[in-house]
Nanobody, 126 residues
């Protein structure tokens, strides 16, 4: 059983920054591809960023390229999402996800991930 716990969300003004963290339980974190997704009210969950188990390759949604950076520290069982130049449209609940079963699907595919965190709220005011 793998547990994922997100932290770092909050309220920030447009143009500001936040750093999300996702701490994972389990001794084999270093073998999991990890992703970040988000869901705004009334919208479907959408892909944000993902990182291969080894730290590369990395994938980003077009809407966050150049502003968000995903990284991981396998020694700390943690994946991060650095979010800069935040916009009101980035407001959403952000979820961390893990591909524990190591499915052969694209990093950006929601169906790739089999464990999900509870989410952390990010609100960007204009």
């Amino acid at each position: 059983q793998v547990q994922l716990v997100e932290s770092g969300g909050g309220l920030v003004q447009a143009g500001g920054s936040l750093r999300l963290s996702c701490a994972a339980s389990g001794r084999t974190f270093g073998f999991y591809d990890m992703g970040w997704f988000r869901q705004a009210p009334g919208k479907e969950r959408e892909f944000v960023a993902a990182i291969n188990w080894s730290g590369g390759p990395i994938s980003y949604a077009d809407s966050v390229k150049g502003r968000f950076t995903i990284s991981r520290d396998n020694a700390k069982n943690t994946v991060y999402l650095q979010m800069n130049s935040l916009k009101p449209e980035d407001t959403a609940v952000y979820y961390c996800a893990a591909d524990v079963l190591r499915t052969n699907r694209p990093l950006s595919a929601t169906s790739k991930y089999n464990y999900w965190g509870q989410g952390t709220q990010v609100t960007v005011s204009s």
